[in-house]
T-cell receptor
Framework: DGGITQSPKYLFRKEGQNVTLSCEQNLNHDAMYWYRQDPGQGLRLIYYSQIVNDFQKGDIAEGYSVSREKKESFPLTVTSAQKNPTAFYLC????????????FGSGTQLSVL | DQQVKQNSPSLSVQEGRISILNCDYTNSMFDYFLWYKKYPAEGPTFLIS?????DKNEDGRFTVFLNKSAKHLSLHIVPSQPGDSAVYFC?????????????FGKGMKLTVNP
């Protein structure tokens, strides 16, 4: 079955630690995205990538980094510079950058110890 | 400044009745609107969309209405079922905006009681 796989489902971060959230898709989609959801809030765009080896900052990129070395993979690193990392992180993909229909993974809940 | 607003955080309806979820937007450049449904601890799933050239789009029990002059859209679910209980997000995009320019509302929690 085609889809988007995020791992882990739950992740805990210690102070000063960098953590990486995994996102893999087998939909052959060109575009991939990372969103953050806080309680009672909408989805906010962190980073997006329209093609391999290229990515752009979204609305709240500070404290995060990404890479897009393969079409299928778009990992997100939450760095120690992100002072409020506790949130639900969602990875998504779409066929192309102009296609608004996003397919989402099941999310990673990140908490700070 | 919220460009997409879902002003009611929650709605509770009886099974079999109609659920009406509202969404307002401020950016007159938005021309494509989508509704996503999200269960707890899962990612949102696409439900239905509408282009600004239409004022209604229907898919089974789900109908989306668009009132461009009022900058308002609504999602109607008829009849509502307990499995429809979820958080619903409204999203909008502008021309040439692409997926990276999707703006999401805060979501509305729908509870359908048996």
């Amino acid at each position: 079955d085609g889809g988007i796989t995020q791992s882990p489902k739950y992740l805990f971060r210690k102070e000063g630690q960098n953590v990486t959230l995994s996102c893999e898709q087998n939909l052959n989609h060109d575009a991939m995205y990372w969103y953050r959801q806080d309680p009672g809030q909408g989805l906010r765009l962190i980073y997006y990538s329209q093609i391999v080896n290229d990515f752009q900052k979204g609305d709240i990129a500070e404290g995060y980094s990404v890479s897009r070395e393969k079409k299928e993979s778009f990992p997100l690193t939450v760095t120690s510079a992100q002072k409020n990392p506790t949130a639900f992180y969602l990875c998504a993909s779409s066929m192309g950058p102009t296609n608004e229909k996003l397919f989402f993974g099941s999310g990673t809940q990140l908490s700070v110890l | 400044d919220q460009q997409v607003k879902q002003n009611s955080p929650s709605l509770s309806v009886q099974e079999g009745r109609i659920s009406i979820l509202n969404c307002d937007y401020t950016n007159s450049m938005f021309d494509y609107f989508l509704w996503y449904k999200k269960y707890p601890a899962e990612g949102p799933t696409f439900l239905i969309s509408i282009s600004s050239i239409k004022d209604k789009n229907e898919d089974g029990r789900f109908t989306v209405f668009l009132n461009k002059s009022a900058k308002h859209l609504s999602l109607h679910i008829v009849p509502s079922q307990p499995g429809d209980s979820a958080v619903y997000f409204c999203a909008a995009s502008a021309p040439q905006g692409g997926s990276e320019k999707l703006v999401f509302g805060k979501g509305m929690k729908l509870t359908v009681n048996p």
